[in-house]
């Protein structure tokens, strides 16, 4: 578990100096939670198993260390973030959120903190417990919070036709509607061929009822400089928008 | 900001011996929590104010770092003790709980987890923010779990008929009512003398909507080896029982 603290220093000041009016930040578990989630199978439920049980409590912890580094480096910029703990205010049904404490988001909203939320270990009704992922999360709240837009930081340009990995020369994406995405998604049959678009399909996936509702995702390059700035500010940036259509 | 980790973990420890079934642990905010929140009036409400809202973050990101120290120490001891954060699942108005965010707590609490809460900077559907404080979380957890008891662990060795700071022959009281107490708190006139009872006075007010719900409280002194682990085990200890009466 180390983090990247230079990359996540230089996003808090992309962030900063963009200034956006009404933010909510949500990050995924990286070396800190997924390991730990693996090892103690979260994701497949409480087994009755003590072992298990203290790995929840391992994974939670190891997101919030993951958590306090962005946090910080947001309040070294001085953003007011505030940290809210998906597992303290969600509850999922069979992996999907079930009840979400919305109040404690709206009023920061209403102040201007930015709220920073994460991929979080979390209790479920029919599960005990289990995995809610960061992308689960950005979905819901983008259609509660009733937001402009998602913004997607990646480590590739965007959506490619094939994975830019293995060929590099594979034409980047620029736009591209649900509805094409759903054709392109079905074309792709082996699972190991879910690795075509670079590993954001199931991303993307959990972000379709977002979009659906009208709300246009942006995938940027997170790892290169300025991209994020540059979607924050609504300017013309690399990458892909996903529509409706 | 330096925990008494020595402290910290003698407790964890005598949590871990004494096994207790169904155990919510609450925190305050010591050297971490208090100063900042003293610095920017957080109690005293949003005052649109920048540094003030970055002075929220940074309370909350105290307490969660204290939090930490706490939980970490649990789960060394095999505790599955998981962090709730007050301020993702609270929301005051005008200083006192008007709703709070259960089926997480509840989930942990059925599946064997320990809950760890602590005071903590939250929003105020009145004053945009102020500062909540274990105790009075502690008196509303315990109403609204059915709690069976609540154990404070204190400084001095439970209630003093006076400060036992000033006057270290004033005898512990044993036993006392609620009844009792509050017309030896109509007593107490001048603010200053708030103090006669070694500063629990505040504490014990909070307490009293659960020990008027049939819940009593045990104040037992935390500094001193096994009084936590004999009052957890339902031992006979030295301490102050107060109840409805």
Do not use: W
């Amino acid at each position: 578990m180390s983090p990247d603290l230079k990359v996540i220093e230089r996003l808090a000041e992309e962030i900063s100096q963009a200034r956006p009016s009404r933010l909510v930040l949500i990050h995924g578990g990286g070396s800190f939670g997924h390991p730990l989630a693996k090892r103690y199978s979260i994701k497949e439920g409480y087994k009755n198993n003590a072992s298990q049980v203290l790995g929840f409590s391992e994974t939670h912890q190891a997101m919030l260390a993951l958590n306090k580094f962005v946090v910080d480096a947001l309040i070294h910029c001085n953003i007011p973030a505030v940290a809210v703990s998906p597992s303290s205010s969600v509850v999922t049904k069979s992996d999907r959120i079930r009840t979400m404490m919305m109040e404690p988001i709206i009023k920061l909203l209403q102040i201007g903190f930015v709220p920073v939320l994460y991929g979080d270990a979390v209790l479920d009704f029919d599960r005990g417990f289990t995995i809610l992922s960061g992308d689960q999360l950005t979905a819901y709240l983008a259609t509660r919070l009733h937001a402009n837009r998602i913004i997607i930081g990646f480590d590739e340009d965007g959506l490619h036709t094939k994975d830019p990995k293995e060929d590099s020369s594979s034409p980047l994406i620029k736009h591209i509607t649900v509805e094409e995405l759903k054709k392109m998604t079905k074309r792709i049959e082996k699972p190991k061929a879910t690795d075509v678009t670079g590993g954001m399909l199931g991303k993307i996936i959990e972000l379709i009822p977002a979009i659906e509702n009208g709300i246009p995702a942006l995938i940027v390059n997170a790892t290169k400089p300025k991209r994020v700035y540059q979607a924050l500010r609504g300017d013309s940036v690399i990458g892909t928008v996903i529509e409706r259509g």
